[in-house]
């Protein structure tokens, strides 16, 4: 069909990424293929193409595929790069800019990328600076658009990923929220859901540029998805 939208997906099998597919299923019109170091199972009803590669042929993929757009929802955290700050940079800055860069090299003219609440390159904290050095090197990457998510705190399951924190945090998340109120609502918690669907909303608009979009904004492009 001369119609169907491509997307190329990188971190499939984290939160973000599998309520990517878990949305994507019964879209007749959306060729979603994923693209990972490891098998992972396929939510059911799920109809897609995985490919299985080490990173540095994930450009060769994406040159075969020649998808319209990426989303990419890599990242780690803290414990699993084992508390080495090289380790976390190796995924959450040098494998999303390195993917992103490959991307554009196969033409891909869109990107989607899911950072954090408070990226700031100039932060004190290591985990925010991370996120805000990639923000700002990826807007020097060349697409033509490009999206940047900063969702609060992620709700939803997690496979093979427990975090102690977190589950603590979205026990009283319904209480925490209410008290985030003005400027502080962009910390509130927001479905791993939402967060998807506002992706694969942003990864089909048209206008030119780059776009921040804190918890308000994915919330809005996600009522935008059903309808796509």
């Known amino acids: 069909m001369s119609d169907v939208f491509r997307i190329a997906l990188v971190g499939a099998t984290g939160l973000v990424g599998r309520e990517v597919i878990k949305a994507c299923i019964g879209k007749d019109r959306i060729r979603l293929v994923g693209i990972a170091r490891r098998e992972t199972a396929l939510p059911a009803g799920a109809r897609m193409e995985m490919f299985v590669a080490e990173p540095d042929k994930w450009g060769e993929v994406l040159e075969a ?5 990426l989303i990419c929802a890599l990242g780690t955290t803290w414990k699993r790069a084992g508390k080495d700050e090289a380790a976390f940079r190796a995924v959450d800055q040098y ?8 991307a554009l090299a196969a033409g891909v003219t869109r990107m989607v990328t899911v950072s954090s609440v408070n990226a700031d390159p100039n932060a004190k904290l290591f985990y925010p600076r991370v996120k805000g050095e990639t923000e700002q090197q990826l807007s020097k990457v060349g697409f033509k658009r490009l999206d940047i998510l900063q969702p609060g705190l992620l709700m939803g ?3 093979d990923d427990a975090r102690l924190g977190e589950g603590l945090a979205k026990i ?3 209480i925490s929220d209410l008290m985030l109120q003005g400027a502080l609502r962009k910390f509130r918690s927001i479905e791993g859901r939402t967060v998807a669907e506002g992706a694969l909303a942003l990864a089909s608009r048209k206008a030119a540029g780059r776009f921040t979009h804190d918890n308000d904004m994915i919330r809005r492009a996600a009522r935008e998805w059903p309808k796509a």
């Open 65 to 69: 595929v020649k998808p319209d757009a």
């Open 95 to 102: 494998l999303v800019l390195d993917t992103a860069r490959a």
């Open 157 to 159: 399951s997690r496979q």
């Open 172 to 174: 009283i998340s319904p």
